[in-house]
């Protein structure tokens, strides 16, 4: 099996930044594509980036795109968000999420990721 574990997450004021972090353990060489999703109270749980095994390929969610960055390491194991100009509806638990697949797919949806990271708290105040 696969265990994720967020973290970095924490309290930042409108417009900074913070790095997530979400370090694999466990058979990690049956994962492939990465992807962090984020949820807020009531909420559903939305698509915020997702990377592949090589990282060649990355894909964000449009409200995202210029602000956030998805990286990862393999060497660690380790795929980290740089989230910069933080907003308040930014506000959420930040999950790390896991796939095996390798070919084709829909990163964009949760039912793609086989394994979890039980997410970090993210708060940007106004």
């Known amino acids: 099996q696969v265990q994720l574990a967020e973290s970095g997450g924490g309290l930042v004021q409108a417009g900074g930044s913070l790095r997530l972090s979400c370090a694999a353990s466990?058979?990690?060489?049956?994962?492939?594509?990465m992807g962090w999703f984020r949820q807020a109270p009531g909420k559903e749980r939305e698509f915020v980036a997702a990377?592949?095994?090589?990282?060649?390929?990355?894909y964000y969610a449009d409200s995202m795109k210029g602000r956030f960055t998805i990286s990862r390491d393999n060497a660690k194991n380790t795929v980290y968000l740089r989230m910069n100009s933080l907003k308040p509806e930014d506000t959420a638990v930040y999950y790390c999420?896991?796939?095996?697949?390798?070919?084709?797919?829909?990163?964009?949806?949760?039912?793609?990721?086989?394994?979890w990271g039980q997410g970090t708290q993210v708060t940007v105040s106004s």
């Open positions: 999420a896991a796939s095996s697949i390798g070919g084709r797919g829909i990163v964009t949806i949760t039912r793609y990721y086989d394994y």
């Open positions: 990377i592949t095994l090589s990282g060649s390929s990355t």
């Open positions: 466990g058979r990690t060489f049956s994962t492939s594509t």
